[in-house]
C-alpha cells in the first residue's frame, strides 16, 4: 500500500501552536511511573521544554516530552538520543541484534518546527528486558529548513477515555488561510497543569490537502484521530499541526456519496459509499471518513483506500470499518449521529499500470446470519501476464443501493498470474443486524493489473 509521504518545502514562515481544554473526564490509571529526570536544556535554542516516563496499561515503559524551537530559524531533521537506565547504572536499551547499546536515537513526531513552534516525542521500552530506574533525553542533531506556514485551527475535538488504558483524540483542523494547506505531519498529546506532555503520538488519519477556507464542499477541514496510552494526571490536550501553504495542488473532479453507515453484529462501524470520477482518466483515491455526534463533536475518524481505479465517469465502492473509537465501545457508539467522507487530493493519482477487466464465475453466496460468505473463481481471460487482482463484492438492497463492500486480492503463486490462469476468491461481509436482507443481492467486480 502506499504511504503517507510528507512534503518539506517552504518560503516564509507563520507560527501556529494550538491548546484547549479537555472535554472528556479523564481518570487515573492503576499504573505507577518509574523515576523521572529532569528535563535537559543544552545550549543554543531548540530546548527539550518537558519530559515525562509511565508504565501503560501493557506494562512498557513510555518515555515521552515535548522539544521547542526558540530559535529564530526554521530547524528540521532533529534527533534526540535516549538513555533508559536501571538502578546499578546500567543501560537496558538494546540493538536491533539484540545487543546491549548504551544509548538510541529518536525523532520527534513533527519532522520541522518553526520559530516557536513544537514537537512531542515518545519512546516506548518492553520491561520485560529489566525494570527502568531511570532515563535521559538529549538533543543531538538539528538541520536548517525552509517553512510556509498554513494556518490551521482544530475544532470540535473530543478527548475519549476508551477504559482499557488508552486515549482517543479526535477532531477537525479547519484550514482557515486563502491557499491550498498540506499537512506534512500530525500529532497529539495531554499535559498537566503546568503544560508538561504526558503522553502522546503520531497519527496518519487526515485528509492531507486541503482546500482554502470557505469550500462550498467543506474540503477545507477534516477529521482526525490521535490515540495514546493513558499516562494519569492529564488535564488537558494539544494537538501540533506541520503544514505549510501548497500552490501546486492537482484538483481532480471527484464525488463522494455516503450509502450506508452501520455498525455489525460485532459492534464494528462500517462506513459504505460510492466515489464517482469526474475527469479523464483513471484515478486511484484515499477516502478519509468521519463520525459526528448531534453537536459536530468528532468522535472518530479512518481512512481507507478506494480497492480498485475509478474509471473516467464511472464510480467505485468504498468501505471503512477500522475505526479505533467507536468500534466495540457502546458508549461512543450511541453518540454517533452523522458522518463525512472525502477524497484526499494528495493520494489522487493516475495509477502506474495497464488494468484489465475480468470476470467472476461459479460464484456462491453462503449466508450465515448476518455474515455473507462469496466463493469464487476468476480466469484470467486478458492474454497477458498480471501482477495481481483485486476482487470486489458488493452488496445492494432491492432498490439497489449500495449497503455493504468487501474486497479480497489474488497474488500469483510465481512471477505472474499467466495468461489463461484460473484462481479462487472468498470475500466475508458483515451486514447490518437491523436490516431486512430479504432483497439484497450481491455484484463482483474483478479487475487485473497487466505485468
Known amino acids: 500500500m502506499k504511504q503517507k509521504i510528507a512534503l518539506y518545502t517552504a518560503i516564509a514562515v507563520i507560527v501556529l501552536l494550538v491548546t484547549a481544554c479537555v472535554k472528556s473526564v479523564i481518570t487515573t490509571p492503576n499504573s505507577s511511573p518509574a523515576a523521572v529526570n529532569s528535563p535537559v536544556s543544552p545550549s543554543g535554542d531548540l530546548v527539550i521544554a518537558s519530559t515525562n516516563a509511565f508504565v501503560d496499561s501493557h506494562g512498557a515503559y513510555n518515555v515521552v516530552g515535548e522539544v521547542t524551537n526558540n530559535s529564530s530559524t526554521v530547524l528540521n531533521a532533529i534527533k534526540l538520543t535516549i538513555e533508559i ?129 470557505g469550500d462550498a464542499s467543506g474540503r477545507d477541514r477534516t477529521p482526525f484521530e490521535i490515540n495514546f496510552p493513558n499516562p494519569g494526571g492529564a488535564t488537558q490536550w494539544q494537538v501540533y499541526p506541520d503544514a ?65 481505479p475509478v474509471k473516467p465517469g464511472a464510480g467505485a465502492p468504498f468501505s471503512i470499518s477500522s475505526f479505533g473509537s467507536v468500534n466495540f465501545n457502546s458508549n461512543q457508539a450511541s453518540l454517533v449521529n452523522t458522518s463525512s467522507a472525502q477524497a484526499d487530493p494528495w493520494f489522487t493519482t493516475p495509477p502506474t499500470n495497464e488494468l484489465v477487466d475480468l470476470s467472476a464465475t461459479s460464484e456462491t453466496v453462503q449466508k450465515n446470519g448476518t455474515t455473507w460468505t462469496i466463493d469464487g473463481s476468476v480466469t484470467n481471460s486478458s492474454g497477458k501476464s498480471l501482477s495481481g487482482a483485486t476482487v470486489v463484492v458488493m452488496v445492494l438492497d432491492a432498490q439497489n443501493k449500495l449497503v455493504a463492500m468487501e ?17 479462487t476468491y472468498s470475500v466475508s461481509i458483515s451486514l447490518d443486524p437491523a436490516a431486512d436482507a430479504t432483497g439484497f443481492t450481491t455484484t463482483t467486480v474483478v479487475i487485473g493489473d497487466v505485468k
Open 85 to 213: 537506565i536501571d538502578v546499578s547504572g546500567n543501560s537496558l536499551l538494546q540493538d536491533d541484534n539484540g545487543n546491549n547499546t548504551p544509548n538510541m536515537v529518536i525523532s520527534p513526531m513533527l519532522y520541522t518546527l518553526a520559530p516557536g513552534e513544537s514537537s512531542p516525542f515518545e519512546y516506548s521500552y518492553d520491561t520485560t528486558n529489566g525494570t527502568p530506574a531511570s532515563f535521559n533525553v538529549a538533543i543531538t542533531g538539528q538541520q536548517t529548513g525552509n517553512a510556509n506556514r498554513a494556518t490551521l485551527k482544530p475544532e470540535n475535538v473530543q478527548l475519549a477515555d476508551d477504559s482499557s488504558g488508552r486515549y482517543y483524540l479526535t477532531g477537525e483542523l479547519v484550514n482557515t488561510g486563502s491557499q491550498w494547506a498540506h499537512i506534512n505531519g500530525l500529532a497529539g498529546a495531554v499535559l498537566d497543569d503546568s503544560n508538561n506532555v504526558l503522553s502522546a503520538e503520531g497519527t496518519t488519519t487526515f485528509t492531507t490537502e486541503l482546500a482554502p477556507t
Open 407 to 423: 474486497y479480497t486480492s489474488i497474488s500469483p503463486t510465481g512471477d505472474a498470474i499467466a495468461a489463461g490462469e484460473t484462481n
Open 244 to 308: 505549510d501553504v501548497n500552490d501546486s495542488v492537482t484538483d481532480y473532479l471527484m464525488d463522494i456519496k455516503v450509502t450506508n453507515l452501520y455498525f455489525d453484529y460485532y459492534g464494528s462501524a462500517h462506513l459504505v459509499g460510492w466515489i464517482t470520477n469526474h475527469s479523464d482518466q483513471p484515478l486511484d483515491s484515499l477516502v478519509v471518513a468521519g463520525l459526528y455526534a448531534a453537536d459536530k463533536t468528532v468522535l472518530d475518524s479512518s481512512y481507507s483506500w478506494v480497492p480498485v
